[in-house]
């Protein structure tokens, strides 16, 4: 099983910026071959952010590339996403995401709140 913190949300005026935070714990943490950050606005479906694939690689969603950097600390399970240049859609709960690679199974943090403020 694996656990996950989030930290880092809050309210920010547009052109701001936020770092998130999530460290994973738990006996089933050294199976995490994926970290990555999803996010779900009122009314619409969770979409992907910016994750680490299995192969050690980014993926950033278009509307966040050049303002969005993910990071992480292997060691640690710790993945990070500085947010800057905030806009007012990016407005959303982040969720952290792992997956496993032994299991196959996805794992979600409890999710934290991102408002910008126009």
């Known amino acids: 099983q694996v656990q996950l913190v989030e930290s880092g949300g809050g309210l920010v005026q547009a052109g701001g910026s936020l770092n998130l935070s999530c460290a994973a714990s738990?006996?089933?943490?050294?199976?995490?071959?994926?970290m990555g950050w999803y996010r779900q606005a009122p009314g619409k479906q969770r979409e992907l952010v910016a994750t680490?694939?299995?192969?050690?690689?980014?993926n950033y969603a278009d509307s966040v590339k050049g303002r969005f950097t993910i990071s992480r600390d292997n060691a640690e399970k710790v993945v990070y996403l500085q947010m800057n240049s905030l806009k007012p859609e990016d407005t959303a709960v982040y969720y952290c995401?792992?997956?496993?690679?032994?299991?196959?199974?996805?794992?979600w943090g409890q999710g934290t709140q991102v408002t910008v403020s126009s």
């Open positions: 995401n792992v997956h496993l690679a032994v299991t196959g199974w996805d794992y």
């Open positions: 738990g006996r089933s943490i050294f199976s995490i071959n994926a």
């Open positions: 680490f694939t299995s192969g050690g690689t980014t």
